[in-house]
C-alpha cells in the first residue's frame, strides 16, 4: 500500500517538480500510511528505487546506455560498456536511500503523535 | 504532543542527506540532482528512434520555416526570408551546441570563474587584460552600424533565446548538470566573442617568446643569421613569377633608433594550428570545371568546433560550416562558388613600452606630450567567493597587460607577456567580418568574392576561391598594418610616435592571384608572398613543407578527381623527412651502436618519408629531429630566467644541410667539444633509449598510431567526453596534419559544375550532446580517411532518400 502511494505520487510530483520533493512525499505518506519502522523504511527505498529505475531504464535503454557509459568515466569508473549497470544501479540506490530515510521519519513522528 | 528525540534526530539525517545531495562539492555535481531520472543527467539520454515529423510554435518568426535534418543530422533550412532564416539558424544551434555557446563566450569575455570558481581566476583576468572585450565591443559598435548585419545578429539572437526559452532545467545540456549552472541568454556581443576568440587562437602571440638577452649575449650578427627575414626554403602563396598589378602606398621608413630596443619578440607559430587550401582550375580537372579543397587544422574538441549546415531563402542557397555563435556560413560553397580559408599568420601584435610620467600611472609620454591613461575596471565574479575588481591601464596603443607586479607567477599563458607594455593587437580593432561571409554566401563569381574579401579583418586568412564559371583564386586577406621592415619583430617603443602602425595595407592591394598558369592555387600557412611584394607582413610564418608538397602534387596531376584530392588530403609524406633523413643517417657513426640501435637505423634507413600509421620510422625520426634541434640549439639559447625560442626548423635545416663545422654542434655544458657527427648520433641513441623505455623492444607498439596517439578530447576536457585514441598517421609536417590533439575540424572538397556536388565531415558530429549518437558519428570515417557525401539540398525539393527527419517552425501569434 505505502510502497504504491510512494511510486504513484512521487511520479507524478517529479515531472514537474525537483528531485527532492520525494523527501517530503515519503514523510507524509509513512506518516499516514506506515506500520513499523521497518517497513517505512523498506517502503521508501523500494518505492524510489523502483520508481527510478523504471524511469532510468525507460531512458536509457532506448540510447543503447551510451551516456550512462560515457559518465561512469566522469565518475572516475574505467571506460567500459558495461559503466551503465553501476550507474543505473547507484542512481536509483541514492533515490531509494532518500525515500526510506524520509519514511522512517514520518514513521518516527507517526509513532509519537499517538502517545 | 510529546516528540521522541529520535525523531529530530531522524529529520536532521533526512535534512543533511537532502542538502548534500543538492550542493556540488569538489569537481563532483550535486549527486541526487544530477542522478535523478526526472531532472537529472539521463534526460540527455537520447533515443535512436527520431520522430519523423514534427511542428513547434515558436514566437519571433515572421512565416514558416521547414528545417530538414539528413542522415547525419546536418540541417538543411528553408525560409521564406533572411531575417527568419538566421533566426532558425540561431535557434537550432542553440538546439545541438547550447552548453558550446556559453563556454566558449564565457572564455572569450573573461567570465568562466562564474562558473567554474576561483580555479578559473587567472585565465579570466589574462582574457579581460588582452582587451578581449574591448575587442569585441568595438566589434559590436561598427555592425550596428550596418543595418543588413544589424538584422543577422539581431535575428540569429532572438532564434538563439527562442530557443532558451523553451527549456526546463530538465533540458539543460549535461555539462550544465555537472557544473551545476543554467543558461543565460545570448546577447549580440556574444557572436563579437566568438570572432575575436578566433583571433586570440589564430593571430595571437598567446605563446609570444622573447630572448631579452640574445642580442647581447649573441649580438645583431648572429641574431640576424638564426633569424632572418625570408626563410631559407620557401614554396610561397602567390605564385613567384606573379606580378604585381597595382601603384604600392609608400611604406614608413625605419626609424634610426630602433635599434635601441634589445629584445626581441618571438611569435613562434604553434604547428598543428594551421591549414590547408587548394583550387584547381577545369583545364586540370575531369569534369572540366574547378575542384576545390579545405582542411581546417585546429585544435580538436567535442563538442565539434564546426557545425554543419544549409541555408536556404530567398537570395541565398548556401552549404557550408560555421563556428557556433558566428551566423551565416565560414567555410562551404553554393551553386555558383565555393572557397574556403586557412590562417596567415601575418604580425597583428605588437608591444609598446610605456614611459609613465610618474608613479601615479595616469599619464604617458608620446613623442614630446604627455597624454592621458585611460582606466578600465574589469568586475569578475567567482563562484564560492567575492567578486574581484582588477583595473586595467588603456593607452591609445592599446590595454597594458601588465604593470610591475601585476603579472602572477605559474600561469603558463602569461609567462612571455613583456611587463609595462602596451598590447596593440587587431583584434582590437573595429571590424564587421560576418559581412565578409554574408556576401560569400551569396557570391556568384570572382567579382563578388573579391568585393566580399575587403570587409575582412581579422584573423587574417587566406581566402581561396573557385567558381563555375571556371575562376580560381587566392588572396591572403585581411587588415595588414603599414610597417617597414621587420617592424615589431622586436619590442617597440611606445613613447616615439614613428614606431606605430602607420595605417594599413590598403586592401585592395592585398596580395592575391587569379587563374594562374599553372592551373592550381593552395595555402598551408607559408610565406604570403615572395620579396618582391612591396609590403612587410612577418618575418616568420609556418614551415614550406606541407604547402611544397601540395603544389608538388597538384602540379603532376591531369584530369584530377574529387578522389585524388582526398588522397592529397590525406597524404602522409614528410617534406621535412625528405629533406633531412639522409643528412641525418650520414652523420650516424655506427661502430658506436648496439644491436638495438642499428636495427632501428636499417628500419629508418629504409623509410619512403610517409608518416602512416602502421610505420616505426615516423616514430624514431619524429623523436630524433625534436631532441636533435633541441641538442643543437638549448645549451646556447635556453635561459631559466627568460622564456626562450630556439631558432626555426627551416633554420635547423639549413644549418645540417649547409653547414658541417658550425659552433652550435657543440654541446657548451660539456668541456668536451662535440661535431655534428657527436651530436648526430647521441641524439639518435637517446631517441631509440627513450622508445625502448616507453615502448619496450621493436615492436608494433613503436608504429606511428600508437606513439602519437591522437585523441579528440571534450572541451571543458571532462573525461568519458572525448574520443578513444584513434589509430591514424598523419603529421604536422604533412598535408595530412593530425598529430596528438591538433588536425583537420573540417574537410571538404567541392567539385563545381552543372549540379555541385561535394564531400565532407568533421572529427565530431552536428550534435553537442555526448548522448546523442550524432556527437561523435562522424570520427570513424574521419580517423579512416574516408569523407561523406554532402546533400545539397534544392528549394521545395527535399529528397527522401536523404531526408530523415523534418521540423517546421510555425510563428506563434
Not at chain 1, 36 to 42: D, I, L, R, V
Not at chain 2, 114 to 143: P, Q, S
Not at chain 2, 461 to 467: D, G, L, R, V
Request: aromatic letters at 12%; hydrophobic letters at 40%.
Amino acid at each position: 500500500m505505502l510502497i504504491l502511494i510512494i511510486i504513484v505520487s512521487c511520479f507524478i510530483a517529479q515531472s514537474f517538480l525537483p528531485w527532492w520533493i520525494i523527501a517530503p512525499i515519503c514523510l507524509t505518506a509513512s506518516f499516514f500510511f506506515s506500520s513499523s519502522k521497518k517497513q517505512a523504511f523498506w517502503s521508501g527505498f523500494a518505492g524510489v528505487f523502483i520508481l527510478w529505475l523504471v524511469k532510468i531504464l525507460s531512458l536509457s535503454l532506448p540510447n543503447e546506455h551510451l551516456l550512462a557509459n560515457k559518465v561512469g568515466q566522469v565518475f572516475m569508473l574505467p571506460a567500459a560498456d558495461t559503466n551503465w549497470i553501476i550507474m543505473i544501479f547507484a542512481s536509483s540506490l541514492i533515490g531509494g536511500v532518500v525515500g526510506g530515510l524520509s519514511c522512517l521519519t514520518g514513521n518516527s513522528f507517526r509513532k509519537n503523535s499517538k502517545k | 504532543m510529546k516528540f521522541n528525540l529520535s525523531s529530530f534526530f531522524y529529520l536532521f539525517l533526512t535534512l543533511t542527506i537532502l542538502f548534500l545531495l543538492n550542493t556540488k562539492i569538489g569537481p563532483l555535481p550535486p549527486l541526487a540532482k544530477f542522478l535523478d531520472p526526472f531532472n537529472g543527467f539521463w534526460q540527455q539520454a537520447e533515443s535512436r528512434k527520431i520522430t519523423a515529423e514534427s511542428t513547434l510554435n515558436i514566437k519571433g518568426l515572421t512565416g514558416k520555416v521547414n528545417i530538414y535534418f539528413d542522415e547525419n543530422r546536418i540541417p538543411h533550412i528553408e525560409a521564406e526570408n533572411e531575417e527568419d532564416l538566421y533566426f532558425a539558424q540561431g535557434f537550432i544551434i542553440a538546439r545541438d551546441r547550447l552548453w558550446q555557446l556559453d563556454f566558449q563566450t564565457r572564455f572569450a569575455a573573461g567570465r568562466l570563474s562564474e562558473v567554474i570558481g576561483e580555479k578559473a581566476i587567472d585565465l579570466d583576468k589574462y582574457n579581460r587584460r588582452m582587451g578581449m572585450g574591448f575587442g569585441a565591443r568595438n566589434m559590436e559598435a561598427l555592425v550596428k552600424k550596418d543595418p543588413k548585419m544589424h538584422m543577422v545578429l539581431d535575428a540569429y539572437t532572438a532564434g538563439i533565446n527562442a530557443y532558451i526559452s523553451t527549456l526546463k532545467p530538465k533540458d539543460y545540456p549535461i555539462e550544465f548538470k555537472l557544473l551545476d549552472y543554467k543558461p543565460e541568454n545570448w546577447k549580440p556581443i556574444n557572436s563579437a566573442y566568438l570572432l575575436k576568440l578566433m583571433s586570440a587562437t589564430l593571430a595571437a602571440a598567446s605563446n609570444d617568446f622573447y630572448l631579452s638577452n640574445a642580442l647581447s649575449k649573441f649580438g645583431p650578427e648572429v641574431i640576424k643569421d638564426l633569424f632572418p627575414n625570408y626563410p631559407f626554403r620557401e614554396d610561397p602563396i602567390i605564385p613567384t613569377e606573379t606580378t604585381w598589378d597595382f601603384d604600392p602606398v609608400p611604406v614608413p621608413k625605419a626609424p634610426e633608433d630602433v635599434s635601441l630596443t634589445t629584445v626581441i619578440k618571438l611569435n613562434p607559430k604553434e604547428e598543428g594550428l594551421g591549414s590547408n587550401n587548394w583550387a584547381m582550375s577545369g583545364s586540370k580537372t575531369s569534369t572540366g570545371y574547378p575542384l576545390l579543397a579545405n582542411d581546417p587544422h585546429l585544435e580538436m574538441t567535442l563538442p565539434a568546433i564546426w557545425y554543419q549546415n544549409q541555408l536556404t531563402a530567398p537570395g541565398i542557397n548556401v552549404y557550408g560550416v560555421t563556428i557556433p555563435g558566428s551566423p551565416g556560413v565560414i567555410i562551404g560553397f553554393n551553386k555558383d562558388v565555393a572557397w574556403g580559408v586557412t590562417n596567415v599568420g601575418s604580425d597583428v601584435l605588437d608591444w609598446y613600452k610605456i614611459t609613465f610620467k610618474d608613479d601615479s600611472k595616469s599619464e604617458y609620454l608620446v613623442g614630446k606630450e604627455w597624454k592621458k591613461v585611460k582606466k578600465v575596471v574589469e568586475v569578475i565574479k567567482v563562484r564560492g567567493q567575492a567578486t574581484i575588481s582588477e583595473t586595467v591601464l588603456y593607452t591609445h596603443h592599446g590595454p597594458i597587460v601588465y604593470v610591475e607586479g601585476e603579472k602572477p607567477s605559474g600561469f603558463a599563458k602569461s609567462n612571455n607577456i613583456p611587463v609595462g607594455y602596451a598590447l596593440k593587437w587587431i583584434a582590437h580593432q573595429p571590424s564587421n567580418d560576418i559581412k565578409t561571409f554574408y556576401e560569400l554566401n551569396r557570391a556568384k563569381n570572382h567579382a563578388d568574392y573579391k568585393a566580399a574579401l575587403l570587409h575582412y579583418v581579422a584573423p587574417a586568412q587566406n581566402f581561396i576561391f573557385a567558381s563555375k564559371e571556371n575562376d580560381i583564386a587566392i588572396t591572403p586577406n585581411g587588415y595588414f598594418p603599414l610597417k617597414w621592415k621587420g617592424q615589431g619583430k622586436f619590442l617597440l617603443d611606445g613613447s616615439n610616435p614613428a614606431h606605430e602602425w602607420q595605417g594599413r595595407v590598403p586592401a585592395d592591394q592585398n596580395p592575391t592571384v587569379k587563374n594562374p598558369q599553372r592551373g592550381f592555387v593552395s595555402s598551408a600557412n607559408q610565406f604570403s608572398a615572395d620579396t618582391t611584394y612591396p609590403y612587410y607582413l612577418h618575418w616568420e610564418y609556418t614551415g614550406y613543407e606541407r604547402g611544397a608538397r601540395i603544389n608538388r602534387q597538384l602540379a603532376n596531376m591531369n584530369k584530377a578527381t574529387v578522389d585524388d584530392f582526398r588522397q592529397l588530403q590525406n597524404d602522409n609524406y614528410s617534406i621535412h623527412a625528405e629533406n633531412v633523413k639522409d643528412v641525418l643517417i650520414k652523420n650516424v657513426d655506427v661502430s658506436s651502436l648496439d644491436a638495438r640501435e642499428k636495427k632501428a637505423l636499417a628500419i629508418i634507413k629504409d623509410w619512403a618519408f610517409r608518416y602512416d600509421a602502421k610505420e616505426i620510422s615516423p616514430s624514431i625520426f619524429e623523436w630524433w629531429h625534436k631532441r636533435l634541434a633541441s641538442g643543437i640549439w638549448e645549451d646556447e639559447f635556453s635561459d631559466a630566467k627568460n622564456p626562450t625560442v630556439i631558432p626555426s626548423r627551416d633554420r635547423t635545416v639549413q644549418l645540417l644541410l649547409t653547414d658541417d663545422t658550425a659552433k652550435w654542434y657543440d654541446n657548451i655544458t660539456t668541456p668536451d667539444i662535440e661535431t655534428k657527427g657527436d651530436i648526430v648520433t647521441t641524439t639518435f641513441k637517446e631517441t631509440i633509449d627513450s622508445l625502448f623505455k616507453t615502448y619496450g623492444e621493436i615492436s608494433a607498439k613503436w608504429e606511428w598510431g600508437n606513439v602519437k596517439g591522437t585523441n579528440v578530447a571534450h572541451l571543458a576536457k571532462i573525461s568519458g567526453f572525448g574520443t578513444k585514441t584513434l589509430y591514424t598517421g598523419g603529421s604536422k609536417t604533412a598535408v595530412n596534419a593530425i598529430s596528438q590533439t591538433t588536425g583537420p575540424s573540417w574537410k571538404m572538397i567541392v567539385s563545381l559544375g552543372d549540379k555541385v556536388e561535394a564531400y565532407g565531415l568533421f572529427p565530431g558530429g552536428e550534435s553537442g550532446n555526448p548522448g546523442s549518437f550524432y556527437y561523435d558519428n562522424m570520427v570513424e570515417n574521419w580517423a579512416g580517411g574516408k569523407l561523406n557525401s554532402l546533400y545539397f539540398y534544392e528549394k521545395g525539393k527535399p529528397d527522401a532518400k536523404r531526408i530523415k527527419q523534418t521540423i517546421s517552425l510555425i510563428s506563434k501569434k
